[in-house]
């Protein structure tokens, strides 16, 4: 990834969304970045020129979609149409609006401390060192070895995606399970200290 020297942050309004803020800010300082925020307050029009001029001018969105805020959604899609880089942030994987992004999106549970330091490793690595996109093939292999059992008791063949959101994080795509092999895998990562995530 090029360097980056400008950011626009797309976010909601609201002392949560104020505090991402702050640390996507102080992300861009850290690397010599200036960053300026496009949100709500600045009008559901796009052609607001302020929002215009920031998204114009940047060399990559940050974009939290936590709350499926209208408003930053819209100005995203225009982002995206004209051809920016987007790096998507979410506290909750679960429901992350979109499937099988590259960069995979940062989702930090309100860990504020965790989203500093991947968005730091994203800006200078241009990719976020927990929520890269692992080999498929070496994903489905782990997940097999700590759950196959579990599988195999419910009669049950995996067959979406599986991806990686940390080292201790799997995310499953496209699933049809039904609750009681969820709720035995989920027994089963509890015990062993990792999660799993359906999307």
Known sequence: MP????????LPTGKVFDRVYEVIASSARSIGASCSRV??????AIKTPAAGSALEAA??????VTSTNPHVMYKAGYAHGR????????????????????PAPIIYGINYDFLAEELLSY???GKAKETSKNKGSDTLARFE???????????????????????????LLNQ?????????????????GVRIKLM
């Open 39 to 44: 949100g709500e307050e600045l009008g559901s």
């Open 59 to 64: 060399d990559l969105i940050i974009t939290e």
């Open 3 to 10: 360097r980056v020297k400008t950011i626009a942050a797309l």
């Open 145 to 171: 070895q700590i759950f196959g059992e579990i599988l195999r008791t419910h009669q049950y063949q995996h067959r979406g995606e599986i991806k990686m959101e940390n080292d201790k994080t799997f995310i």
């Open 123 to 125: 800006l200078k690595d």
């Open 83 to 102: 051809g920016k880089p987007i790096l998507f942030l979410t506290q909750h994987g679960e429901t992350f609006p979109f499937v099988d992004i590259e």
């Open 176 to 192: 049809e399970m039904d609750l009681p092999l969820v709720q035995d895998l989920a027994r089963k990562a509890r015990e062993l």
